[in-house]
């Protein structure tokens, strides 16, 4: 089992920015982002994957998101930038802890709220 730990969250200013990261306790294959609105199912944000390339983006976070990840730290992060409230979500890491092709860890979430 591998423990994630989410830091980062807080509240900003539509078109502020703000960076999440994830520190995993050990290092871990493809690493993303999810994110759950107030009354919405979690939706899939971005995703990066062993090496820190194959990054992938959903549509609604592309051109404003950034991930990427530092090995030697166990690390993801998002940066968020050009926020909107839309963006207002509870942000949960997770990752594949074995190379199955699944996230099969996951993060207990961060508050990223965005004011109008």
């Known amino acids: 089992q591998v423990h994630l730990v989410e830091s980062g969250g807080g509240l900003v200013q539509a078109g502020g920015s703000l960076r999440l990261s994830c520190a995993a306790s050990?290092?871990?294959?493809?690493m993303g982002w999810f994110r759950q609105a107030p009354g919405k199912e979690r939706e899939f944000v971005s995703s990066?994957?062993?090496?820190?390339?194959?990054?992938y983006y959903a549509n609604s976070v592309s051109g404003r998101f950034t991930i990427s990840r530092d090995n030697a730290k166990n690390t993801v992060y998002l940066q968020m930038n050009s926020l909107k409230p839309v963006d207002t979500a509870v942000y949960f890491c997770?990752?594949?802890?074995?190379?199955?092709?699944?996230?099969?860890?996951w993060g207990q979430g961060t508050q990223v709220t965005v004011t109008s």
């Open positions: 990066v994957g062993s090496s820190g390339g194959r990054t």
């Open positions: 997770a990752t594949d802890t074995d190379g199955n092709g699944s996230y099969d860890s």
């Open positions: 050990r290092r871990t294959f493809r």
